[in-house]
Protein backbone atom coordinates (compact mmCIF):
# COMPACT_ATOMS: atom_id res chain seq x y z
CA UNK A 1 0.00 0.00 0.00
CA UNK A 2 1.19 3.53 -1.20
CA UNK A 3 2.70 5.15 2.21
CA UNK A 4 2.31 9.14 0.47
CA UNK A 5 3.18 10.95 3.59
CA UNK A 6 5.97 7.74 5.23
CA UNK A 7 4.54 8.40 8.26
CA UNK A 8 6.35 7.06 10.84
CA UNK A 9 6.52 7.96 14.34
CA UNK A 10 8.42 11.51 14.41
CA UNK A 11 8.05 12.09 11.23
CA UNK A 12 7.13 15.84 11.40
CA UNK A 13 6.25 16.45 8.25
CA UNK A 14 3.83 13.41 7.80
CA UNK A 15 2.42 14.59 11.20
CA UNK A 16 2.31 18.55 10.12
CA UNK A 17 0.32 16.93 6.37
CA UNK A 18 -2.09 14.67 8.04
CA UNK A 19 -3.39 17.44 11.12
CA UNK A 20 -3.63 19.83 8.02
CA UNK A 21 -5.41 17.39 5.57
CA UNK A 22 -7.78 16.57 9.25
CA UNK A 23 -8.59 20.61 9.58
CA UNK A 24 -9.06 21.33 6.00
CA UNK A 25 -12.07 22.72 4.82
CA UNK A 26 -12.89 20.29 2.10
CA UNK A 27 -11.73 17.31 4.59
CA UNK A 28 -14.28 18.64 6.96
CA UNK A 29 -17.19 19.04 4.56
CA UNK A 30 -16.59 15.19 3.56
CA UNK A 31 -16.69 14.57 7.22
CA UNK A 32 -19.98 16.43 7.63
CA UNK A 33 -21.45 14.71 4.19
CA UNK A 34 -20.55 11.24 6.10
CA UNK A 35 -22.68 11.64 9.05
CA UNK A 36 -25.19 13.52 6.90
CA UNK A 37 -25.97 10.39 4.99
CA UNK A 38 -24.90 7.72 7.44
CA UNK A 39 -28.43 7.31 9.10
CA UNK A 40 -29.43 6.44 5.25
CA UNK A 41 -30.60 2.90 5.73
CA UNK A 42 -32.81 2.47 3.11
CA UNK A 43 -31.52 -0.06 -0.02
CA UNK A 44 -30.09 -3.29 0.13
CA UNK A 45 -26.88 -5.38 0.06
CA UNK A 46 -26.48 -7.95 -3.07
CA UNK A 47 -27.15 -10.95 -2.25
CA UNK A 48 -27.28 -12.88 -5.29
CA UNK A 49 -24.09 -14.79 -4.00
CA UNK A 50 -23.84 -15.48 -0.34
CA UNK A 51 -19.98 -13.88 0.07
CA UNK A 52 -21.46 -9.95 -0.67
CA UNK A 53 -24.53 -10.53 1.42
CA UNK A 54 -21.39 -10.54 4.21
CA UNK A 55 -21.26 -6.77 3.92
CA UNK A 56 -21.91 -4.42 6.41
CA UNK A 57 -25.25 -1.88 6.21
CA UNK A 58 -22.98 0.88 8.13
CA UNK A 59 -19.96 0.40 5.79
CA UNK A 60 -19.21 3.69 4.68
CA UNK A 61 -16.26 5.51 3.05
CA UNK A 62 -15.89 8.64 1.09
CA UNK A 63 -12.32 9.73 -1.17
CA UNK A 64 -11.20 12.60 -3.13
CA UNK A 65 -7.88 12.78 -4.94
CA UNK A 66 -7.04 15.99 -6.88
CA UNK A 67 -5.20 15.78 -10.46
CA UNK A 68 -1.96 17.17 -8.34
CA UNK A 69 -2.04 13.96 -5.43
CA UNK A 70 -3.57 15.95 -2.28
CA UNK A 71 -5.90 13.18 -0.92
CA UNK A 72 -8.99 13.46 1.43
CA UNK A 73 -10.70 10.75 2.97
CA UNK A 74 -12.87 10.49 5.92
CA UNK A 75 -14.73 6.92 7.07
CA UNK A 76 -14.27 3.30 5.63
CA UNK A 77 -11.73 4.25 2.97
CA UNK A 78 -9.09 1.25 3.75
CA UNK A 79 -12.17 -1.38 4.13
CA UNK A 80 -12.33 -3.69 0.80
CA UNK A 81 -14.97 -4.89 -0.86
CA UNK A 82 -15.32 -6.51 -4.59
CA UNK A 83 -14.73 -4.32 -7.59
CA UNK A 84 -17.57 -6.20 -9.37
CA UNK A 85 -19.09 -3.43 -12.69
CA UNK A 86 -16.22 -1.10 -11.53
CA UNK A 87 -13.31 -2.91 -13.23
CA UNK A 88 -15.42 -2.97 -16.87
CA UNK A 89 -14.27 0.81 -17.89
CA UNK A 90 -10.76 0.23 -16.92
CA UNK A 91 -11.01 -3.46 -19.14
CA UNK A 92 -12.36 -1.39 -21.62
CA UNK A 93 -9.09 0.99 -21.62
CA UNK A 94 -6.92 -2.23 -21.83
CA UNK A 95 -8.89 -3.29 -24.69
CA UNK A 96 -8.18 -0.33 -26.66
CA UNK A 97 -4.73 -0.42 -25.71
CA UNK A 98 -4.53 -3.76 -27.51
CA UNK A 99 -6.24 -3.43 -30.01
CA UNK A 100 -7.29 -0.29 -30.99
CA UNK A 101 -10.49 1.66 -31.21
CA UNK A 102 -11.95 0.47 -34.33
CA UNK A 103 -10.98 -3.31 -33.54
CA UNK A 104 -13.21 -2.62 -30.12
CA UNK A 105 -15.72 -1.31 -31.48
CA UNK A 106 -16.48 -3.71 -33.97
CA UNK A 107 -16.75 -6.35 -31.13
CA UNK A 108 -18.95 -3.93 -29.09
CA UNK A 109 -21.15 -0.52 -29.07
CA UNK A 110 -21.40 2.26 -27.23
CA UNK A 111 -25.19 3.05 -26.61
CA UNK A 112 -26.73 3.02 -24.03
CA UNK A 113 -29.18 0.28 -23.75
CA UNK A 114 -32.11 1.33 -21.16
CA UNK A 115 -31.57 -2.51 -20.54
CA UNK A 116 -30.92 -4.05 -17.26
CA UNK A 117 -27.00 -4.87 -16.75
CA UNK A 118 -27.79 -8.23 -17.47
CA UNK A 119 -30.15 -7.87 -20.07
CA UNK A 120 -29.19 -10.59 -23.16
CA UNK A 121 -29.53 -8.07 -26.00
CA UNK A 122 -27.56 -7.83 -28.79
CA UNK A 123 -27.71 -4.96 -31.53
CA UNK A 124 -29.76 -6.52 -34.48
CA UNK A 125 -27.99 -5.10 -36.91
CA UNK A 126 -24.27 -5.99 -35.98
CA UNK A 127 -24.82 -8.74 -33.31
CA UNK A 128 -22.82 -6.66 -30.97
CA UNK A 129 -23.36 -6.20 -27.66
CA UNK A 130 -24.32 -2.58 -26.65
CA UNK A 131 -21.28 -1.02 -24.80
CA UNK A 132 -18.88 -2.26 -22.39
CA UNK A 133 -20.56 -1.85 -19.29
CA UNK A 134 -23.68 -4.35 -19.48
CA UNK A 135 -22.39 -7.88 -19.07
CA UNK A 136 -22.69 -9.10 -22.60
CA UNK A 137 -20.29 -6.32 -23.75
CA UNK A 138 -17.46 -6.53 -21.05
CA UNK A 139 -17.67 -9.97 -21.58
CA UNK A 140 -16.94 -9.27 -25.20
CA UNK A 141 -14.00 -7.11 -23.62
CA UNK A 142 -12.75 -9.55 -21.29
CA UNK A 143 -12.25 -11.28 -24.46
CA UNK A 144 -9.74 -9.14 -26.15
CA UNK A 145 -7.78 -8.97 -23.43
CA UNK A 146 -4.47 -10.22 -25.03
CA UNK A 147 -2.22 -12.91 -22.91
CA UNK A 148 -1.05 -16.50 -23.53
CA UNK A 149 -2.86 -18.25 -21.17
CA UNK A 150 -5.55 -17.10 -18.59
CA UNK A 151 -3.18 -16.86 -15.77
CA UNK A 152 -1.40 -13.80 -17.89
CA UNK A 153 -4.44 -12.02 -19.15
CA UNK A 154 -5.28 -11.72 -15.51
CA UNK A 155 -1.50 -10.43 -14.66
CA UNK A 156 -2.26 -7.65 -17.04
CA UNK A 157 -5.31 -6.52 -15.44
CA UNK A 158 -4.02 -7.00 -12.10
CA UNK A 159 -1.03 -4.77 -13.56
CA UNK A 160 -3.06 -2.19 -14.87
CA UNK A 161 -5.29 -2.00 -11.62
CA UNK A 162 -1.41 -1.38 -9.40
CA UNK A 163 -0.69 1.53 -12.13
CA UNK A 164 -3.88 2.86 -11.69
CA UNK A 165 -4.36 2.75 -7.73
CA UNK A 166 -0.38 2.57 -7.04
CA UNK A 167 -0.63 -0.96 -5.16
CA UNK A 168 -0.94 -4.33 -5.44
CA UNK A 169 -4.43 -6.02 -6.11
CA UNK A 170 -5.90 -9.39 -4.72
CA UNK A 171 -8.59 -11.33 -6.31
CA UNK A 172 -11.37 -12.32 -3.38
CA UNK A 173 -11.56 -16.29 -4.11
CA UNK A 174 -15.11 -17.17 -2.47
CA UNK A 175 -16.34 -14.49 -4.85
CA UNK A 176 -14.57 -15.14 -7.80
CA UNK A 177 -15.61 -19.25 -7.22
CA UNK A 178 -18.62 -18.41 -6.35
CA UNK A 179 -19.74 -15.89 -9.26
CA UNK A 180 -18.05 -18.67 -11.71
CA UNK A 181 -20.19 -21.78 -10.13
CA UNK A 182 -23.65 -19.51 -10.61
CA UNK A 183 -23.21 -17.47 -13.68
CA UNK A 184 -25.34 -19.33 -15.71
CA UNK A 185 -26.80 -16.10 -17.71
CA UNK A 186 -23.57 -14.91 -18.41
CA UNK A 187 -22.01 -17.96 -19.49
CA UNK A 188 -25.13 -17.44 -21.48
CA UNK A 189 -24.52 -14.72 -23.45
CA UNK A 190 -20.62 -15.72 -23.79
CA UNK A 191 -22.29 -18.71 -25.65
CA UNK A 192 -24.81 -16.30 -27.74
CA UNK A 193 -21.79 -14.06 -28.62
CA UNK A 194 -19.84 -17.24 -29.71
CA UNK A 195 -22.61 -18.11 -32.07
CA UNK A 196 -22.40 -14.41 -33.35
CA UNK A 197 -18.34 -14.33 -33.44
CA UNK A 198 -18.08 -11.30 -31.15
CA UNK A 199 -15.93 -13.58 -28.91
CA UNK A 200 -13.16 -15.87 -29.82
CA UNK A 201 -12.77 -19.86 -28.95
CA UNK A 202 -11.58 -19.37 -25.30
CA UNK A 203 -15.14 -18.90 -24.05
CA UNK A 204 -14.54 -20.53 -20.20
CA UNK A 205 -10.89 -18.99 -20.36
CA UNK A 206 -12.87 -15.29 -21.22
CA UNK A 207 -15.57 -15.93 -18.55
CA UNK A 208 -12.93 -16.78 -15.80
CA UNK A 209 -10.97 -13.89 -16.39
CA UNK A 210 -14.60 -11.74 -16.33
CA UNK A 211 -15.46 -13.32 -13.40
CA UNK A 212 -12.13 -12.45 -11.53
CA UNK A 213 -11.74 -9.16 -12.80
CA UNK A 214 -15.09 -8.42 -11.33
CA UNK A 215 -13.82 -10.15 -7.38
CA UNK A 216 -10.60 -8.04 -7.65
CA UNK A 217 -10.65 -6.58 -4.04
CA UNK A 218 -10.47 -2.61 -3.60
CA UNK A 219 -11.36 0.18 -1.10
CA UNK A 220 -12.72 3.59 -1.66
CA UNK A 221 -9.59 5.02 -1.91
CA UNK A 222 -8.66 2.94 -4.93
CA UNK A 223 -11.71 4.23 -6.48
CA UNK A 224 -10.93 7.47 -5.56
CA UNK A 225 -7.21 7.29 -7.07
CA UNK A 226 -8.38 5.40 -10.63
CA UNK A 227 -11.04 8.35 -11.08
CA UNK A 228 -8.24 10.85 -10.19
CA UNK A 229 -5.83 8.86 -12.77
CA UNK A 230 -8.24 9.44 -15.36
CA UNK A 231 -9.27 13.21 -14.54
CA UNK A 232 -5.40 13.60 -14.80
CA UNK A 233 -5.23 12.28 -18.37
CA UNK A 234 -4.12 8.55 -17.30
CA UNK A 235 -1.29 9.14 -14.90
CA UNK A 236 -1.64 8.48 -11.40
CA UNK A 237 -1.42 12.00 -9.90
CA UNK A 238 0.57 10.71 -6.75
CA UNK A 239 2.42 7.77 -8.16
CA UNK A 240 3.36 9.69 -11.77
CA UNK A 241 3.43 6.27 -13.48
CA UNK A 242 0.94 6.31 -17.04
CA UNK A 243 -2.09 3.63 -16.37
CA UNK A 244 -3.46 4.36 -19.85
CA UNK A 245 -1.98 5.64 -23.08
CA UNK A 246 -3.89 9.70 -23.18
CA UNK A 247 -5.69 8.80 -26.54
CA UNK A 248 -8.17 6.31 -24.98
CA UNK A 249 -8.90 8.45 -21.36
CA UNK A 250 -11.92 9.89 -23.51
CA UNK A 251 -13.00 6.57 -25.00
CA UNK A 252 -13.35 5.28 -21.19
CA UNK A 253 -14.79 8.64 -19.71
CA UNK A 254 -17.61 8.85 -22.71
CA UNK A 255 -18.41 5.49 -21.97
CA UNK A 256 -19.15 6.23 -17.98
CA UNK A 257 -20.71 9.47 -18.66
CA UNK A 258 -23.01 7.31 -20.85
CA UNK A 259 -23.78 4.12 -19.41
CA UNK A 260 -21.63 4.17 -16.10
CA UNK A 261 -24.62 4.32 -13.47
CA UNK A 262 -26.75 1.31 -14.76
CA UNK A 263 -30.07 2.22 -15.90
CA UNK A 264 -30.03 5.38 -14.42
CA UNK A 265 -26.87 6.69 -15.97
CA UNK A 266 -29.18 9.44 -18.13
CA UNK A 267 -30.48 10.57 -14.49
CA UNK A 268 -27.33 10.82 -12.99
CA UNK A 269 -25.98 12.62 -15.71
CA UNK A 270 -28.70 15.27 -15.63
CA UNK A 271 -28.19 15.54 -11.72
CA UNK A 272 -24.48 14.78 -11.34
CA UNK A 273 -22.72 15.07 -14.80
CA UNK A 274 -20.21 13.45 -13.69
CA UNK A 275 -18.16 10.32 -15.33
CA UNK A 276 -18.58 7.74 -13.03
CA UNK A 277 -19.28 3.57 -12.60
CA UNK A 278 -20.36 1.94 -9.85
CA UNK A 279 -21.15 -1.89 -9.14
CA UNK A 280 -22.70 -3.90 -7.01
CA UNK A 281 -20.12 -4.08 -3.98
CA UNK A 282 -21.50 -0.87 -3.00
CA UNK A 283 -18.54 1.07 -4.92
CA UNK A 284 -18.63 4.21 -6.69
CA UNK A 285 -15.97 6.13 -8.65
CA UNK A 286 -16.44 9.14 -10.01
CA UNK A 287 -14.13 11.97 -11.64
CA UNK A 288 -14.51 15.59 -12.57
CA UNK A 289 -11.94 15.93 -15.53
CA UNK A 290 -8.89 17.59 -14.69
CA UNK A 291 -9.90 18.56 -10.96
CA UNK A 292 -10.62 15.24 -9.42
CA UNK A 293 -11.33 11.61 -8.44
CA UNK A 294 -13.84 10.48 -6.24
CA UNK A 295 -14.48 7.16 -4.76
CA UNK A 296 -17.33 6.12 -2.19
CA UNK A 297 -17.78 3.05 -0.49
CA UNK A 298 -21.67 1.77 0.96
CA UNK A 299 -23.05 -1.32 0.30
CA UNK A 300 -26.75 -0.83 0.25
CA UNK A 301 -27.96 -0.58 -3.03
CA UNK A 302 -30.88 1.13 -4.74
CA UNK A 303 -33.38 -0.77 -6.95
CA UNK A 304 -30.71 -0.28 -9.75
CA UNK A 305 -27.68 -1.30 -8.46
CA UNK A 306 -26.23 1.86 -7.36
CA UNK A 307 -24.98 2.46 -3.67
CA UNK A 308 -27.88 4.88 -2.32
CA UNK A 309 -25.04 6.95 0.07
CA UNK A 310 -22.77 7.23 -2.88
CA UNK A 311 -25.46 8.83 -5.10
CA UNK A 312 -26.25 11.26 -2.72
CA UNK A 313 -22.58 12.34 -1.43
CA UNK A 314 -22.04 12.68 -5.28
CA UNK A 315 -25.05 14.79 -5.86
CA UNK A 316 -24.24 17.10 -2.77
CA UNK A 317 -20.51 17.38 -4.25
CA UNK A 318 -21.58 18.59 -7.95
CA UNK A 319 -24.49 20.99 -6.63
CA UNK A 320 -22.37 22.32 -3.97
CA UNK A 321 -18.84 22.99 -5.61
CA UNK A 322 -20.76 23.22 -9.41
CA UNK A 323 -18.81 20.19 -10.16
CA UNK A 324 -21.54 18.99 -13.16
CA UNK A 325 -19.37 18.85 -16.02
CA UNK A 326 -22.10 20.84 -18.37
CA UNK A 327 -22.24 23.68 -15.12
CA UNK A 328 -21.07 27.17 -16.87
CA UNK A 329 -22.13 28.74 -13.44
CA UNK A 330 -19.68 28.30 -10.76
CA UNK A 331 -21.07 26.63 -7.44
CA UNK A 332 -21.95 28.31 -3.88
CA UNK A 333 -18.44 26.73 -3.34
CA UNK A 334 -14.91 27.12 -4.53
CA UNK A 335 -13.49 23.96 -4.87
CA UNK A 336 -9.85 25.16 -5.46
CA UNK A 337 -10.10 27.12 -2.00
CA UNK A 338 -11.72 24.83 0.03
CA UNK A 339 -8.72 22.42 -1.01
CA UNK A 340 -6.58 24.66 -0.57
CA UNK A 341 -6.18 24.53 3.19
CA UNK A 342 -4.43 21.12 2.99
CA UNK A 343 -1.01 21.57 1.68
CA UNK A 344 -0.22 17.93 1.23
CA UNK A 345 -1.49 14.71 1.77
CA UNK A 346 -3.73 12.77 3.67
CA UNK A 347 -2.11 10.52 6.32
CA UNK A 348 -2.57 7.25 4.50
N1 LIG B 1 -20.31 -9.90 -11.28
C1 LIG B 1 -21.56 -9.33 -11.62
C2 LIG B 1 -22.25 -10.07 -12.73
O1 LIG B 1 -21.62 -10.40 -13.70
C3 LIG B 1 -21.44 -7.89 -11.97
C4 LIG B 1 -22.18 -7.20 -10.95
C5 LIG B 1 -22.22 -5.70 -11.09
O2 LIG B 1 -23.01 -5.22 -11.90
O3 LIG B 1 -21.49 -5.01 -10.35
O4 LIG B 1 -23.42 -10.30 -12.66
Redesign the pocket.
Known amino acids: MSNTTGSGMGDLQSLTNSITAVTSPFRLYLSDLLQKYQPLDEGAIAD?IPELALALPEWFGICAVTTVGQIFEVGHCKQLFTI???SKAFIFGLALEDHGREYVNSKVSVEPTGEA??SIVLDEATNRPYNPMV?AGAIATADLIKGNNGTERLKRVLDMFKRYTGREHDINVPVFLS?RAT?F??RAMAYLMRNFGMVGDNIDETLDL??QQ?SIMVNAHDLAMLAATLANGGINPVTQERAIQEQYVQDVVSVMLTCGM?DASGEWTYRVGMPAK????GGITALVPGQLGIGTFSPLLDAK?NSLRGLKVCEDLSRDFGLHIFNAATGDRNLEEWIAGSNGTDDW
Open positions: YQSIFNNEGRNYFCYSGVGG
